[in-house]
């Protein structure tokens, strides 16, 4: 079943804050109406499942609302709300069954609890919905890898737009909303000037658009106006939650690559805790894979980690322009500033083709002098096919063809 979205429509701030609570809490996406008119245009929209309607609505006309469900391709189900507040248990819990009956919770328990631990604290499902509902654009701050892309889909989920979620290139002020008004998501804020996010803003207001921009500074002045700001915490700011979040990484690919469960000892655990995850959740997730199909045997263990996956955690002697960058693509990014700053404007560079191979080309020098030489050893390292190193190998002018007859 598709995760269709629940239409709740009450003018009772009461009534809606506490079927919203229940909803949302168990991964639900709650649309909310307070008036006949905006029920009417909520129903009317595809993707809805389950319409939950408050008897008192004002102007509610319920013939004519059974009327406007039959004349659709795709009605949602449409149920009065019974007597509210209180909300009893029993009443709490048939509410969720009708939602399941109808509309596919947006997130399992697991995901959830994901979320719960992704930097916007433990109500991150009842933030989000608000975000989503709000008029004004959402900015997501946070560093690298704390999950604002994934972010920006959930928000596009919960908003309950038809159309797609979407990230416009090239010109942004040439760009214009589908007919079908979905969600822009701008991945970097800092890139925008005043003039082009205030018309952005702007012609997506007009057009029903939701516009989702993330960021990596702290808001502030100007920037903050007219933002609906939610902030990402990194995960060096929050130790106590590093443990739980490893484990939930630890058990998912655990069930979804069919692997027995493991249990990490005191080294592994020590290994991640001394280590400040400049990557964040995602680097978290992914040292997780690394881990668990790297070893063998019920017990994770830490000091048994092959080299290669305990030196993604370990700090060694790293050079301190290293402990600078938040990760090693700002390294580059910071790197590839000086160079670009040297160059006069318009400069006729094929920039790319130079700092792709030149980046290669120090990659594989490195590798190929670790292993003496041995290509396979090397192949294996970077996680290419050995053939595949040759012929890069040989573009690059690190090796020399041998001679036809092998002379």
């Known amino acids: 079943m598709d995760a269709a979205v629940v ?30 008119e905006g029920l009417t245009r909520q129903v009317s929209q595809p993707g809805r499942g389950l319409a939950l309607i408050d008897p008192a609505l004002p102007e509610l006309r319920p013939a004519l609302l059974v009327e406007l469900a039959a004349s659709l391709p795709q009605a949602p189900a449409l149920f009065a709300l019974g007597p509210c507040p209180p909300l009893a248990v029993a009443a709490s819990a048939q509410l969720l069954t009708l939602a399941r009956r109808h509309a596919a919770p947006l997130l399992d328990a697991d995901e959830r609890k994901e979320l719960r631990l992704m930097g916007l604290g433990p109500d991150a499902l009842d933030l989000l919905q608000s975000a989503a509902r709000s008029p004004q654009p959402v900015a997501l701050e946070g560093e690298r890898g704390t999950g604002k892309r994934r972010l920006a889909r959930l928000l596009h989920s919960l908003s309950g737009r038809p159309g797609p979620l979407e990230t416009p290139e090239g010109d942004l002020l040439a760009a214009r909303p589908s007919t079908t008004p979905g969600t822009w998501y701008l991945p970097r804020l800092d890139d925008l000037d005043e003039v082009t996010f205030t018309t952005l803003a702007s012609r997506a207001a007009r057009h029903g658009q939701g516009l989702v921009i993330a960021t990596r500074r702290p808001l502030s002045g100007q920037r903050g106006i007219g933002l609906t700001p939610l902030r990402l915490r990194p995960l060096r700011e929050r130790p106590d939650e590093l443990r739980e979040l490893a484990t939930l990484y630890l058990e998912r690919y655990q069930r979804r690559l069919g692997l027995p469960r493991r249990r ?38 830490g000091e048994e980690l092959p080299p290669r996956v305990r030196a993604l955690v ?79 190998a040989l573009h690059l002018g690190l090796i020399t063809a041998k001679p036809r007859g092998g002379r």
């Not at 003018?11 to 109406?33: I, K, N, P, Q, Y």
């Not at 990490?264 to 400049?278: E, G």
């Not at 130079?354 to 980046?359: A, F, Y």
């Open 264 to 301: 990490p000892d005191k080294a592994f655990w020590a290994l991640l805790r001394q280590y400040p995850w400049p990557g964040n959740v995602r680097e978290l997730e992914a040292f997780a894979v690394q881990a668990l199909t790297s070893t063998s045997g019920p017990t994770l263990r």
């Open 314 to 392: 370990e700090l060694g002697d790293r050079p301190a322009a290293f402990d600078e960058a938040q990760s090693f693509e700002e390294l580059v990014e910071q790197r590839l500033g000086h160079l670009l700053e040297g160059l006069p404007p318009g400069a006729a560079l094929d920039l790319h083709t130079l700092v792709v191979e030149s980046t290669e080309r120090a990659l594989l020098r490195l590798v190929l002098t670790r292993t003496a030489g041995n290509q396979k050893a090397a192949a294996q390292m970077l996680g290419l096919a050995r053939n595949t190193l040759h012929t890069k």
């Open 7 to 36: 239409v709740l429509a009450t003018a009772d701030e009461d009534r809606r804050a506490l079927v919203l609570r229940e909803l949302s809490r168990a991964g639900f996406a709650v649309l909310t109406e307070a008036s006949w």
